[in-house]
């Protein structure tokens, strides 16, 4: 079974730039997370969503940010403009209603911004 | 306030001992779930192993084991039989709430060595 996808692995962008990550959840689940890790802050949610709708997007940084959820195997997020501290690597994360709250990672996102 | 708590930055251990990896957490939702994350260097976010709230026994999952001490707010990771390709970063996390909003919060890591 494939599991949950992101794209692209590797960014590299110059600051103001806009970068859009991409996210396909495992087919099935119906919760979608977008984490961000950095060395100084760890792990910290950005926003999640349940049955495509968002449930807490208190984790986003600021305007810049955005995510979408536009249909149950596609998800986005979005920042504009992009800033060298938004550099991290971001995880999309997916899981079931019916598995107790076990996430299954993506590979992540290395986002790099110059 | 932290939620999830790991003291231990850095640990290291010999190869085929057992190793306890420390988690504390806070919340005063009577329903929730600890799970331990392996992330090794090559990044990727493994789930290891899971314990509810209302859980009699300790989860065991291999070699991974979960001290779950409700009173003490402690669910301390051991792994035993310590293998080279334990070397990575583990970290503790708790879901709160038996809705389905199932958001992990995540604790600050431990990076576990193993020695040869």
């Known amino acids: 079974d494939a599991g949950v996808i992101q794209s692209p692995r590797h960014e590299v962008t110059e600051m103001g730039q806009e970068v859009t990550l991409r996210c396909k959840p495992i087919s099935g689940h119906n919760s979608l997370f977008w984490y961000r890790q950095t060395m100084m802050r760890g792990l910290e949610l950005l926003i999640y969503?349940?049955?495509?709708?968002?449930?807490?997007d208190s984790g986003m940084p600021e305007d810049r940010f955005s995510a979408k959820m536009p249909n149950a195997s596609f998800s986005t997020l979005k920042i504009q403009p992009s800033e060298p501290r938004d550099s991290a690597v971001y995880f999309c994360?997916?899981?079931?209603?019916?598995?107790?709250?076990?996430?299954?990672f993506g590979e992540g996102s290395r986002l790099t911004v110059l | 306030a932290q939620k999830i708590t790991q003291t231990q930055p850095g640990m290291f251990v010999q190869e085929k001992e057992a190793v306890t990896l420390d988690c504390t957490y806070d919340?005063?939702?009577?329903?929730?779930?600890l799970f331990w994350y392996k992330q090794p260097s090559s990044g990727e976010m493994i789930f290891l192993i899971y314990?509810?709230?209302?859980?009699?026994q300790n989860a065991t999952e291999g070699r991974y084991s979960l001290n779950f001490q409700k009173a003490r707010k402690s669910a301390n990771l051991v792994i035993s039989a310590s293998q080279l390709g334990d070397s990575a970063m583990y970290f503790c996390a708790m879901r709160e709430g038996a809705d389905s909003s199932y958001k992990l919060i995540f604790g600050s890591g431990t990076r576990l060595l193993v020695r040869p």
């Open positions: 994360a997916s899981s079931a209603d019916y598995l107790p709250g076990e996430l299954f």
């Open positions: 314990q509810g709230s209302y859980d009699q």
């Open positions: 969503f349940n049955n495509n709708v968002p449930i807490d």
């Open positions: 919340t005063s939702d009577p329903s929730y779930g």
